[in-house]
């Protein structure tokens, strides 16, 4: 699931629901991966008392890592020019660059307008 980092329980729930298996006690679902960046936006919940004192101001993702369970964490990115890249390193020093980033011709250029 992309963006697992702003998603609800609930809304991480359903889809995990919907895979029904052949029998109504199987499911077709033997193992999920959750996507997304729990530093970056949590879910958003319109009405703050229930955001408040529900704790839903965090996702199942972000429950998942605080409790221990195992990751995979990036280690090289591969979408951002080397230079726009750099702004991050504050954050995560270790972030590399994948080899296409600095070689083909799209991230060499620079942005137009």
Not at 20 to 27: A, D, F, K, P, V
Not at 49 to 66: A, H, V
Not at 89 to 103: F, T
Request: charged share 30%; hydrophobic share 35%; aromatic share 6%.
């Amino acid at each position: 699931m992309e963006e697992a980092g702003q998603m609800l329980d609930v809304e991480t729930f359903v889809p995990m629901l919907l895979q029904r298996g052949e029998t109504e006690s199987s499911s077709r679902l033997k193992r999920i991966c959750l996507i997304g960046d729990h530093h970056q936006l949590p879910p958003v919940i319109k009405n703050m008392t229930f955001s408040k004192y529900s704790n839903l101001d965090q996702s199942l993702f972000t429950r998942l890592i605080r409790i221990g369970v195992p990751t995979i964490e990036l280690i090289k990115q591969g979408r951002a020019r080397v230079d726009i890249a750099k702004l991050h390193n504050w954050r995560d020093k270790d972030l590399g660059d994948l080899e296409h980033v600095s070689k083909k011709e799209k991230f060499l250029l620079s942005n137009p307008g």
